[in-house]
């Protein structure tokens, strides 16, 4: 039997997707912290070619797992995209199609916590998964994946 982690107390998961052309070379960054700063967690990925509103999703998917295997109970997930953050609240329909699948996998994800908020931050406050989503393009482009 495999011992369950220890609570690690309430994080942050800070995502952020990127993409150079939309569609283009996407990455994804997720760097997750708990409320006193300690990144407990990062995680930068080249996802191929796609557009930025997948590489956005495709980072909350990627951040909530982790959290979710950390252990987490209680998160805070936070992006500088104001449509994607709209769009998990329920605050905006998902329209694109492509996006529904994608949307309907991170709310399966967020329904998992005990305690889950959405936290719309801009850009200057989401700049190390800003960094390690263009981290992720430079290692899909580069070969790695």
């Known amino acids: 039997m495999r011992a369950l982690p220890a ?8 995502c952020d997707g990127a993409s ?14 708990t409320e006193d700063g300690t ?5 930068a990925r080249g996802i191929g ?7 956005e999703y495709t980072a909350v998917i990627e951040g909530l797992a982790q959290a979710k295997e950390l252990g987490a109970r209680s998160v805070t997930l936070r992006s500088d995209s104001l449509l994607l953050i709209s769009q998990l609240t ?8 492509h ?3 994608l949307h309907r ?9 005990e ?22 393009v430079d290692r899909w482009r580069g070969g790695e994946r």
């Open 99 to 101: 996006l529904q699948p």
């Open 90 to 97: 329920g605050r905006y329909r998902v329209k694109s199609p």
């Open 20 to 33: 150079r052309g939309n569609p283009g070379p996407a990455g994804i960054g997720v760097q997750i912290t």
């Open 39 to 43: 990144v407990v967690s990062e995680i």
């Open 49 to 55: 070619e796609t557009t930025n509103n997948v590489a």
């Open 105 to 113: 996998r991170a709310r399966s994800i967020a329904v998992g916590f």
């Open 7 to 14: 609570d690690p107390g309430h994080l942050i998961v800070a």
């Open 115 to 136: 305690r889950i908020s959405f936290e719309h931050v801009p850009r200057e406050r989401n700049v190390e998964a800003d960094r390690l989503a263009n981290e992720g």
